[in-house]
């Protein structure tokens, strides 16, 4: 009688079997459950990433993971299968007991294939718009204020609430990209290696001595001169770090081909942050908001209630029209949640309203249309009124 010899074969030898070839399986020693090993699926596009090892899984205990490149994030979501899939390590990584027969003269080998796991499911890999919200929130716990620089003792207790960019990449479900576009978009301030929001009256005051000493130095707001203007604001006992952020914050630099380094205030920036400021005390008259609006903002960008689109709302008060605080930054970005609070501020909104309101959400693979048959109830009763879109 013939006798077989057993010769195991590992996950490359399979690779490059033929059609309608046929391999035997076998438990391996170390078969198991094995729950630190799970299949992951991926879109071609994602593999040089995963294989050159550019890829991360954020998340904190208490969160879902979620899978980053340098620029996108995926939410990692365990899909099961009625099939049986079986996982066979690779030829070298285990060794298999082969326990070979050698009674006889003649024998055949028996090619086996040693299964370590019998798997359930894989991970699939959606892509998702990151999770900031989180961010404005760690950013607030501690913002940049006035007291921090006028005082020349150092409190241990100021460093509490300050985070650094590998505590933020730590804490925060993003990819790098989206997380530095997160920051800019918050207008935070690296300062002594920490990222800070500084606070808005801070700012404020910043803002109101550049156009001051504009004004007094007869400097043009196109071409504003970076060493000029920081080197005033140091004068004045504002910190350099800061007169430089507040250029960032309200201008875009301007491209000379000179080595003089000028920067252009932008007046929509510098108009928002002014009805802001006015709108902090509370609701008021349109008129007499568009009045001290024009007061407040330089002769050269004398503001259009358009600009404040996104930033306020108005309603009817018998005859007259009254305007208070609702800007779009102060949403979250989940869709859900963005819907939830504006529907709680209105029950029913007008498109030209809403708009402002939404544009800016990210959601991939789903346009603003989406959004809306998603979120909300459109009704027109005829072609010529407007649609109204209230919470679905």
């Known amino acids: 009688m013939e006798s077989q010899e057993t010769s195991s074969v590992g996950a490359e030898a399979l690779l490059h079997m033929s ?12 078969f ?21 090892e550019r890829v991360v899984i954020r998340g904190l205990p208490d969160e879902d993971a979620v899978l980053c490149t340098q620029s996108k994030t995926f939410a990692m979501k365990f899909v099961g299968t009625s099939n049986s899939v079986l ?17 006889a003269n003649n024998h055949k080998e028996k090619v086996v294939a040693p299964v370590i796991k019998v798997v359930p499911g894989n991970m699939e890999l959606v892509e998702v718009a990151p999770r900031l919200d989180k961010l404005k929130l760690l950013l607030s716990q501690n913002p940049c204020r006035l007291e921090e620089f006028d005082s020349s003792e150092v409190n241990p ?3 509490a609430g300050l985070y650094n960019w590998k505590d933020l990449k730590n804490n925060i479900q993003a990819s790098d990209e989206e997380l530095r576009s997160g920051l800019q978009a918050l207008s935070a301030v690296e300062i002594n290696s920490y990222w800070r929001l500084v606070d808005e009256r801070y700012m404020n005051t910043i803002l109101e001595m ?52 000028a920067w252009k205030l932008d007046k929509k920036r510098v108009c928002i942050h002014f ?33 404040a689109e996104g930033e306020v709302l108005t309603e009817r008060i018998g005859v007259e029209t009254w305007v208070r605080g609702f800007s779009v930054s102060s949403l979250p970005s989940t869709p859900a949640e963005r819907f939830s609070i504006l529907f709680k501020e209105r029950p029913k909104w007008e498109w030209k309203d809403l708009q402002p309101y939404i544009r800016d959400l990210n959601v991939p693979g789903l346009t603003s249309e989406g959004l809306l048959l998603k979120y909300t109830r459109r009704t027109q009763p005829s072609p010529e009124i407007e649609p109204i879109f209230s919470a679905r």
């Open 19 to 30: 059609p309608g070839s046929a391999v035997s399986v076998a438990y391996h020693p170390l």
């Open 32 to 52: 198991g459950p094995h729950d630190d090993l799970i299949v992951l699926e991926l879109d071609d596009k994602l593999l040089p990433d995963v294989l050159h």
């Open 87 to 103: 996982l066979i390590p690779p030829a070298n990584q285990y060794v298999f007991d082969q326990n070979p027969q050698n009674g």
């Open 157 to 159: 207790e100021s460093r």
């Open 210 to 261: 550049v156009l001051r000493n504009a004004v007094l130095n007869d400097w043009s707001l196109s071409a504003l001169n970076e060493d000029e203007v920081v080197s005033m604001l140091v004068s004045d006992g504002f910190p350099a770090e800061l007169a430089r952020h507040c250029l960032h914050v309200y201008g875009e630099k301007v491209i000379d081909g000179t080595d003089t380094c």
């Open 275 to 307: 009805a802001r400021e006015i709108l902090r005390g509370g609701k008021m008259k349109l008129e007499s908001f568009m009045d001290e609006w024009r007061q407040r903002t330089p002769d050269e960008m004398q503001p259009t209630f358009d600009l």
